[in-house]
Each structure stands twice: as structure tokens, then as C-alpha cells.
């Protein structure tokens, strides 16, 4: 199947800081990629839809500002999130869409943040 | 927008018996279904997916689902699970050419050897 690999894994930050996630489609080509944010215990939550060459479309909530999305290639979309605070500690994982398997999306393995 | 519904939190069982999580979604139109697992440390895997035709479906793993129309529903089942199958499950569903899944709160299933 396809893959979707995420980095970094983990990652720590001090609070007011700038963290960037990679989301890459390794053996395809996604011109639309998926983020979203997973709370403990709860479910996925969809923030933005990622599109190569295109400004991103983010869920009502999200502050694009905040959540800084970048899909200059159809194998790589990256989330900042800018001035990171303690309350964006979360689960991010992206996803991929791959045509060719009936336009099914494939999710990475997640990026844990954490803020301090 | 479409909003799903997981009726278990988390439902503990021992290897060998059966299982069967809930979901049920609302939503007035046709529906893409899914079942996602999520193991440990690993990322969501599709188990299966319903888009049309027979209502009943059959996924990786041994499991199958069953779309309900009437019902709004979309039941997980295996008839006997092991212990590799602890995990948490998640059930999606889309609009026909909406690619952006809903997901519901999810089941996180432990079986005891």
C-alpha cells in the first residue's frame, strides 16, 4: 500500500516557539493532503485540507494564522504551528489521498508535540 | 456535515469471543463508511470501507461491518478475536466526492489473553 511518513516523531518545545511537521507521500503523488489533531482519548479532528499549489482550506476553528500549512509538492506538506503555547500540545497526524487506490487516504504515523 | 457516533468507550474481552462495536452516523444523504484501527504505537490502517452495493462487507483481519440504511449504522463485528487485535478502532464516514472523513470518538478494544 501507499505510505505516508511524518517527521519529526516527537518533538518538545518552549512555549512561544515555531514547530515545523513534515508529512511526506513516500511511493505517490498527493495533490491533497489531510491534517488533523488528536487529543487523548478523543478522536481525530480534522483541521485543513492541504492542496499542492494552493493556499490550504482550514475547518471553522482553526486559526490559519496559528497553523501554518505549505504544500509546494505533490509529495510533501508541512504544518508550523507558530508561537506555540501548552494548549498545542497534541497528536498531528496528515494524511494522503492516493488516486490510484480508489482515492483512499493513507495516514503517517503522527507527530506527538509537546510544549512546555 | 455529517457526525458519527461510537456508543463504547472501551470494551475489555477475552480472546476467542466475539465482538461488536457500534456506530452510527447522521446524515441525510449517501455515505461513504469506514472502519479504521489504530495499534499501538502505529498509525490508522483502513479495515474496510462500504461505498455502494452489498451492505455487508468484508475487511482485513477477519473483520466485517454491515451497513444499516434504516438504521444510520455501520456495525463492526469479528467472530473471535485474538490478542493482537487490542487496538482502537475508529469509525469514518465521507460524502460521495468528500474526501474529508468525519470520525467518531473511538472504541478501544483489549483483549485479554
Known amino acids: 500500500g501507499a505510505v505516508v511518513s511524518q517527521h519529526p516523531s516527537w518533538v518538545i518545545c518552549k512555549s512561544g516557539t515555531s514547530v515545523k511537521i513534515e508529512c511526506r507521500s513516500l511511493d505517490f503523488q498527493a495533490t491533497t493532503m489531510f491534517w488533523y489533531r488528536q487529543f487523548p482519548k478523543q478522536s481525530l479532528m480534522l483541521m485543513a485540507t492541504?492542496?499542492?499549489?494552493?493556499?490550504?482550506?482550514?475547518e471553522q476553528g482553526v486559526e490559519k494564522d496559528k497553523f501554518l500549512i505549505n504544500h509546494a509538492s505533490l509529495t510533501l506538506s508541512t504544518l508550523t504551528v507558530t508561537s506555540a503555547h501548552p494548549e498545542d500540545s497534541s497528536f498531528y497526524i496528515c494524511?494522503?489521498?492516493?488516486?490510484?487506490?480508489?482515492?483512499?487516504?493513507?495516514f503517517g504515523p503522527g507527530t506527538r508535540l509537546t510544549v512546555l | 456535515a455529517q457526525s458519527v457516533s461510537q456508543h463504547n468507550h472501551h470494551v475489555i474481552l477475552s480472546e476467542a469471543a466475539s465482538l461488536e462495536l457500534g456506530c452510527n452516523y447522521s446524515y441525510g444523504g449517501t455515505v461513504n463508511l469506514f472502519w479504521y484501527v489504530q495499534y499501538p504505537g502505529q498509525h490508522l490502517q483502513l479495515l474496510l470501507k462500504y461505498f455502494s452495493g452489498d451492505p455487508l462487507v468484508k475487511g482485513i483481519k477477519g473483520f466485517e461491518a454491515e451497513f444499516i440504511k434504516s438504521k444510520f449504522s455501520f456495525n463492526l463485528r469479528k467472530p473471535s478475536v485474538q490478542w493482537s487485535d487490542t487496538a482502537e478502532y475508529f469509525c469514518a464516514v465521507n460524502a460521495p466526492n468528500d474526501y474529508k472523513l468525519s470520525f467518531g470518538a473511538g472504541t478501544t478494544v483489549t483483549v485479554r489473553a
Open positions: 494524511s494522503a489521498i492516493e488516486r490510484s487506490y480508489g482515492n483512499e487516504q493513507f
Open positions: 492541504s492542496n499542492e499549489g494552493s493556499k490550504a482550506t482550514y
